[in-house]
Structure formats: C-alpha cells, structure tokens
C-alpha cells in the first residue's frame, strides 16, 4: 500500500515491500510526528503519553523506534543470515548500505 500510494517515491523502484516486517513498516518515517496535532482522544486519559495516535482499548501497544527511519534504496533487502542471528539473542539491524 505504501509503494503504491507514491510514499517510497522517487525510489519506489528500488523498494521491495516485500521484504518488509511490521516492525519495518511502522519504523518507516511516514507518521504525524508532532503530537500536538494528533486528536485529543489519543492521549486522553492516559497516564504515559505516546507520540502516536491508537484506538483505545483494554492494552496498548509498544512501538520502539516508531516513525524514525528515513526510506532508502535497496531498504531491507540485505539481512544477516539465520546464523548471525542464532549468535546473538538481540537483533540488530545491520548498517544502512547505499546501493543504487
């Protein structure tokens, strides 16, 4: 949807959105980021406040790093294998690589 809505361009080419997690898709820097122009209701009676906008209900949810990372070319198309992974019981991305 975001591809196809014109957000990736004018590098919409080189993005696969395929290779996109959740965690990808919301970390996109695509998102309201001053929270003063969010709905009053977003934060209404809550006690921590979100720089993010949720429908209310019983749990809410974390989004670490949320609306933080600038799309780029080739975005998310080099992880590390499943055995980089295994090492290390955090995940972290890996650096960002200009490849046009």
């Not at 209701?41 to 670490?64: F, G, S, T």
């Not at 933080?68 to 960002?96: F, W």
């Amino acid at each position: 949807m975001y591809r196809e809505g014109g957000l990736f361009d004018p590098i919409s080419i080189s993005i696969q959105v395929a290779e996109f997690t959740i965690k990808d898709a919301y970390m996109l820097k695509f998102f309201e980021n001053n929270a003063s122009r969010l709905p009053k209701w977003c934060n209404d009676n809550n006690d921590v406040k979100l720089p993010y906008c949720q429908i209310h209900a019983k749990y809410r949810m974390e989004l670490p790093r949320c609306n933080t990372m600038e799309p780029y070319p080739h975005m998310n198309e080099h992880c590390p294998s499943l055995c980089d992974c295994v090492q290390s019981t955090i995940y972290q991305r890996t650096a960002r690589t200009n490849i046009y």
